[in-house]
Nanobody
Framework: QVQPVESGGGLVQAGGSLRLPCAAS????????MGWFRQAPGKEREFVAA???????YVSDSMKGRFTILRDNAKSTVYLQMNSVKPEDTAVYYC??????????????????WGQGTQVTVSS
């Protein structure tokens, strides 16, 4: 099992940058891709990006070009690099583990071992 723990959230001005780490404990990190979702108040949980053990990635079209997902396998850590943030990026950001066999999905039901989330607030 992999247990993610997110950190790095906070208040950032529009146009700024933020990097969210997600540390994944457990001995089977290599068996999982990792992903990021976000959920704004009153909205459904939304897929952001995912990255495999082999560092291949896919990012939501609406965030492509601004958000990047990174992975350090030696540290069992995944990062979400957020650039040129907008007020509409305000949400709780969640990290989750994705079994390798489900690679390519954006459905939150296919992800397991969710972290507790970290709040990101973008001021205008």
């Amino acid at each position: 099992q992999v247990q993610p723990v997110e950190s790095g959230g906070g208040l950032v001005q529009a146009g700024g940058s933020l990097r969210l780490p997600c540390a994944a404990s457990g001995l089977t990190f290599s068996r999982y891709a990792m992903g990021w979702f976000r959920q704004a108040p009153g909205k459904e949980r939304e897929f952001v990006a995912a990255i495999s053990w082999f560092l291949t990635t896919y990012v939501s079209d609406s965030m492509k070009g601004r958000f990047t997902i990174l992975r350090d396998n030696a540290k069992s850590t995944v990062y979400l690099q957020m650039n040129s943030v907008k007020p509409e990026d305000t949400a709780v950001y969640y990290c989750a583990a994705l079994p390798a066999a489900a690679w390519g999905t954006t459905r939150y039901d296919d992800f397991d071992s969710w972290g507790q989330g970290t709040q990101v607030t973008v001021s205008s």
